[in-house]
């Protein structure tokens, strides 16, 4: 599907609820409240702070300009959820031996691994419902289709449109 930016669309015939990116958006969004849910209540959490957890989790010895990378957060929100997860001892700054500006970030050993071992489960419980409204030959056309819509997202992004 190839479209110009000229292409005689108005803005009155915008139609925001079949707009793509407002549909992902909110389509993002509410599963990642749905998800919310499980850590919020329980480890007062924003959702940025349990990104940044589940990557460390995954990816250990980031930094944040890293973590800013592998979410797509900007800075800021990663400054400020990188600090509180640092407060809230989730996380530890570790001190790197071949390069002592680098800050690198790691889960802590016993509460930040705790926080994940009692999370994770219930996020992989919220993805089965969302996958069991999917058939068995939908969800990988689904998981590629995502990936197609990053790659290309990524490339015109870089090209500034």
């Not at 530890?92 to 500006?101: A, F, H, K, V, W």
């Not at 219930?122 to 058939?135: H, P, Q």
Request: one cysteine or more; aromatic letters at 6%; glycine letters at 4%.
């Amino acid at each position: 599907m190839k479209s110009s930016l000229n292409n005689g669309s108005k803005a009155s015939d915008f139609e925001l609820e079949q707009f793509l990116p407002y549909r992902l958006s909110l389509l993002s969004n509410t599963v990642s409240q749905g998800i919310a849910q499980i850590y919020q209540k329980n480890h007062q959490l924003s959702i940025p702070e349990w990104r940044i957890m589940a990557v460390l989790g995954r990816y250990p010895d980031l930094t944040a300009s890293q973590l800013c990378e592998r979410t797509v957060m900007d800075k800021v929100t990663v400054s400020r959820a990188v600090n509180s997860l640092l407060e809230k001892q989730y996380v530890q700054r570790i001190i790197d031996s071949t390069d002592r500006r680098k800050r690198p970030l790691r889960v802590t050993a016993k509460k930040g691994k705790a926080l994940l071992d009692e999370v994770i489960p219930f996020a992989l419980l919220y993805e089965e419902g969302l996958k069991n409204c999917l058939s068995a030959d939908e969800w990988p056309q689904l998981n590629s289709l995502i990936n197609k819509l990053f790659e290309t997202a990524t490339s015109l992004n870089s090209n500034h449109l």
